[in-house]
């Protein structure tokens, strides 16, 4: 509606994730003239600030990232004046009703939609709901919550924290962010299986033999270990943005793209998944190390970190999905910080040929014969099939090869930052890219039984070099599963 104005809340506008992703995020859909004709952004923290110091902080990240075209400038200093302050503390009604007299100064009485961000640690987020709710929501249009993990550390506080958020909001309020989803290779995968003729008939256990889902930083938590050390790489990467791959990679054809369709698909794959055990993991934690003159600090080195903290700061995993597509199909998980790479991917490692008439070309490893499909998330996005090839030449030699999709060579234009997709999304309405809160509960039943032994039983670590490839540890719960990691071999 033309006439409709509306008003996003960055709700913990001071912090990293707001001036690193969110604003960016909100300018870019601006740029792209993506957001509606009329609409206010706010920012909200506890830091006393005003609109004009808002304003620098945020124009300090905002980029012109987009074709790099000339009006960006102007377009930055249009978005700025849009954009709004209101500091106040986030359980207070009082200065949510503030707030709101803000809101509607600016809508100028049109028909509003309110969207808020919570960009706050979770220990808030029933505070603020309860408040923007209350006091804050829209009087004649809609009001929408988007919130960050964690949600919850295990099955428990988890439940608690949708009962709380479900006594202010209901389920269609609420958008329950996962950053990964709105990452376009993850958002491609569904194109690719479904709409492709050659991959769907191979998609089950018939010709895949394993699947591998890969995450690793090559930095630590530096600066966040605070935070981290409350939850470690299980919950912070596996439970959610590895396991959602994990979801969407195996679930079965939806009835159609509708986002309660694709969902029910999603939680059936869950909930037809065994919870770990303690010997389908192994974890690792990174100690210091120095190289070429550099030293690296270890993990208990960080100041918020306990010295004597076994928090993982590495975790490989072997899940499997009782179904019939699936049975007996390992998905491997590995996630990492410290490691000697960023990148993120998905390997998926097919069956040998049968009776393979080349097979005395492959020497005695078969192994390294076998197609292997690749999904490289980041960086440099790409989707890569290894096949066999004849060497050209007189002789029959043959040669492991790559028919290779690299998106900056086709698609040359940048790829949008997760957090635009998403928040566009939100904006619009569209769930498909949100955790419904079945979903939620089930991807924590899988993981809350292991979190709770391996803190119970204090299961040491290993540890691992900053900056190498992680425990010996996670080559032997591949190899007791048949499976080599592909991105070492
Ligand atoms: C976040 C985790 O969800 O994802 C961080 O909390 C991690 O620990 C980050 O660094 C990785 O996101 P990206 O988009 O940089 O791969």
Redesign the pocket.
Known sequence: NSESTLSITVVGASGDLAKKKIFPALFALYYEDCLPKNFVVFGYARTKMTDEELRNMISRTLTCRIDKRENCEDKMDQFLKRCFYHSGQYNSEEHFVELNKKMKEKEAGNLSNRLFYLSVPPNIFVDVVRCASLRASSENGWTRVIVE?PFGRDSESSGELTRCLKQYLTEDQIFRID??LG?ELVENLSVLRFSNLVFEPLWSRNYIRNVQLIFS?DFGTEG?GGY?DNYGIIR??MQ??LLQILALFAMETPVSLDAEDIRNEKVKVLRSMRPLQLEDVVVGQYKGHSKGGKSYPAYTDDPTVPKDSLTATFAAAALFINNARWDGVPFLMKAG?ALHTKR?EIRVQFRHVPGNLYRRNFGTDLDKATNELVLRV?PDEAIYLKINNKVPGLGMRLDRSDLNLLYRARYPREIPD?YERLLLDAIEGERRLFIRSDELDAAWQLFTPLLNELEEKKIVPELYPYGSRGPVGAHYLAANHNVRWGDLS
């Open positions: 993990k950053h990964y990452k930083e966040r981290f912070d990467i959610n943005h910080k993120a980041q997760a």
